[in-house]
């Protein structure tokens, strides 16, 4: 009889513990698909703002924690494409800040790392050239394009280096007159004359004739080191 007497209890509190359950987990289940929808419709931050807040919650939520890994890379990658280049690498630092196990978040942010070193390669070595260009010439040449055209990275000893291959395009400001190296051509360097050359002088050395306006594609390379405050040119 006592028996019989506690069973009408026990499944009151049976069925609260499973409503309990359903109410907490139905939450849960309905964030995360609130958190798909949003995807869906394009509002990733959103979605992932949502995910967050459901892990703050629940961070037992393990449905929350994968979708949150896949949605902070897409995004990552969403952020790359719009050259929004320091937010993709600040949304893949924050994703392993949380979970510095996320293999796929450590290699997209290698990836990312080494291509604006790249990029920031490229316009050092622009800044470079176009330097030594202007001081060497004294105004009477002019950078007007520049491309990199290869890039070799390699390590020794502990220490990175970096050899950048480049295309280049001059304009000749004014009318000059270039003494050209039988082995480096013209553009070993960029020290060049405003007076023609006579007598003797043009008769004996090979003396080449820029005018005014004229424009001459060069080529190159030029090496770097990385230090602790970024890349230096050699």
Known sequence: MGGQ???PMNRKITAGAMLLTVLL?????NKVESAKKL????NQDQAIIKLKEELTKNPGNAEATKLLEVYQLEFAKKLWKESKQEQAISKLKEELTKN???ADATKLLEVYQMEIDQQNLEKIAK??????ITGQ???MVKLVDFEKTNGIKQSFNGMEFYTLEYSATVEFQQEVWKECDPFQGCFGDFHFRNVAPRGMEAAVLSFKH????S???TSGKMGFQKTEKGWRGN
């Open 39 to 42: 995807w869906q419709e394009n």
């Open 25 to 29: 987990c139905g939450g849960c289940e």
């Open 5 to 7: 007497n506690h069973q």
């Open 137 to 139: 010439s004294e105004g």
């Open 127 to 132: 800044e470079i050239l176009e330097t030594k």
């Open 210 to 213: 820029f005018a005014t306006g």
């Open 215 to 217: 424009k001459v594609k």
């Open 100 to 102: 510095p196990g996320n």
